[in-house]
């Protein structure tokens, strides 16, 4: 399979729109172990995301990337947008020069892009982040064929375990041990992304 221009439209498309619909979710996640703004953040970002988007035309998928990890950038406060904004650059970069991307090449920009995640964040998996539903993500895309549905799993489940880790990096970890019980509310939205990228894997399936 190889994903083009319109399947990374696509996938930021769909990720808007979840994102709008679970923004109160989002935020309601953020209150107990952290500033309760992560589905405002998210939500604006996103929407100015796809208000860029709609006004260019794309060569190549890496420029979709580009544009939206600008955009994150520079309009997401708090801590997940320049995080996020880092995964899209290094994985626009990863890609640069292709017109359609095959599923090896998207993976090596996915890791890059949790690389970027790392480096940016100071921080690892098994930390209560974001990192904890990329890393499993990346995993699943390096050890075999991805399919929408074991990718929709994989992320579900990296993304509900964050539940039984205790926060060491970001506001949360402020909470210690009573960050416990709570799903982390960036591994929820990084659910959604890859909810959303799936949903664009199972259209071409
Ligand atoms: P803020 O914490 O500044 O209010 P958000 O609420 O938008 O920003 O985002 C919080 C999310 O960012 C957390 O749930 C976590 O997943 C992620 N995060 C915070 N700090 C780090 C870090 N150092 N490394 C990786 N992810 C982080
Ligand atoms: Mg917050």
Do not use: C
Not at 173 to 191: R, T
């Amino acid at each position: 399979m190889e994903l083009n221009v319109n399947d990374f439209m696509r996938w930021i498309e769909l990720t808007n729109e979840t994102i709008q619909q679970q923004k109160n979710y989002l935020t309601s996640l953020d209150q107990p172990i952290g500033d309760g703004d992560h589905g405002i953040n998210m939500a604006r970002g996103l929407q100015e995301v796809m208000n860029k988007l709609q006004t260019n035309e794309y060569q190549e998928p890496s420029e979709v990337l580009k544009n939206v990890s600008m955009t994150l950038l520079s309009k997401v406060g708090g801590a997940s947008g320049p995080l996020y904004g880092t995964a899209f650059l290094k994985m626009s970069m990863a890609i640069k020069g292709l017109n359609s991307v095959s599923m090896e090449d998207f993976t090596k920009g996915l890791q890059v892009a949790l690389d970027g995640i790392k480096q940016r964040g100071k921080s690892n998996a098994g930390e209560k982040t974001l990192i904890d539903v990329w890393s499993p993500v990346v995993e699943h895309f390096s050890n075999q064929d991805v399919t929408s549905d074991r990718l929709m799993e994989t992320a579900k489940r990296a993304m509900e375990e964050t539940t039984n880790t205790i926060a060491t990096k970001g506001r949360a970890a402020y909470f210690k041990e009573k960050s416990l019980g709570h799903i982390d509310p960036g591994s929820a939205s990084s659910f959604y992304m890859f909810e959303a990228l799936a949903k664009v894997l199972k259209e071409k399936e």
